[in-house]
């Protein structure tokens, strides 16, 4: 069998039931993108409604797969999978929804092939902009991102923005620890801070989705937000000794909160022909429950 050869950037794509609803950000994304890609649709369960509708955009898009996690369930597990699923040197974490512009994935891929670890797409810097969506959390990430900036240092005024490139062996070797909400893109930026990693942003415009409900979980997701924030201010150190410290927060992050995840930090990524197998077979991985929105 002859090996595909890898594409230049994996767009990865957390989705929950989606439906019909993920066609339109699909087309959009294929259509804004120069670059050679892939797209990967990551869902926690073979019986996604997701899934269908991507099946039936492949049949005429190769370049758009969908994968079901064996991480666990939610957002972050589904990141962490798709990042191991993907075959690009660079991964870019999108959304579902279409809340995103599609028309910046190439220069964020481009900023990490010049160097950097971490390209975000930034709502809060000169040019930025987020149109919608609820005020309180608005307001707290544009606060986090704004203080982030200025006095840890970090590369970007919107660490908490989802919407970033990422050098996937930069991930590799610093390992991905959440396993709640979206806060993996704070986590990976706080990550290239310790390390003195760089880290760069270009503007953009965040528009509400139009269709469908985000359940984005404020208060209980909170807790993990602050701790990457506070992991963000502490000193440079060398990649040991900051996977042993991520491995820290994520033992004292089990402690308190009642029901966290504790499965293993570091599994091994699945093989695409083990991911693309899931969609058509096999069982669900556990009760399915919303992928909210950054």
Known sequence: MVARPSPRVSVVIPAYNEGEGIEAPLARLLESMQLDCEVVVVVDFPEDNTVPVVRRFAATEPRVRAVVSTYGRGPANAIRYGIDAARAPTVVVTMADGCDDPRQIDELVRLVERGVVVA??????????????????????????????????????????????????????????????????????????????????????????????????????????????????????????????????????????AGAETDAVAPSGPSHEQSEEKVSGGEPVGHPVPHERN
Not at 178 to 190: K, M, W, Y
Not at 193 to 198: F, M, Q
């Open 120 to 257: 975000a797409a930034s709502r809060y810097m000169p040019g930025g902009q987020q149109v919608g969506g609820p005020l309180v959390k608005s307001a707290m990430s544009r606060a986090a991102g704004r203080s982030l900036h200025m006095l840890a240092r970090v590369g970007t005024r919107d660490a908490t923005n989802s919407f970033k490139a990422y050098d996937r062996e930069f991930v590799r070797q610093v390992g991905i620890h959440s396993r709640d909400g979206f806060e993996i893109g704070l986590e990976l930026t706080a990550k290239a801070r310790r390390l003195g990693r760089p880290v760069a942003e270009i503007p953009t415009i965040w528009l509400d989705r139009t269709a469908g409900k985000s359940n984005f979980k404020l208060l209980q997701w909170i807790p993990h937000y602050l701790r990457w924030y506070r992991f963000a201010f502490r000193p440079r150190v060398d990649v040991d000794t900051l996977r042993a410290e991520a491995q820290a927060l994520v033992q004292e992050r089990d402690r308190p909160i």
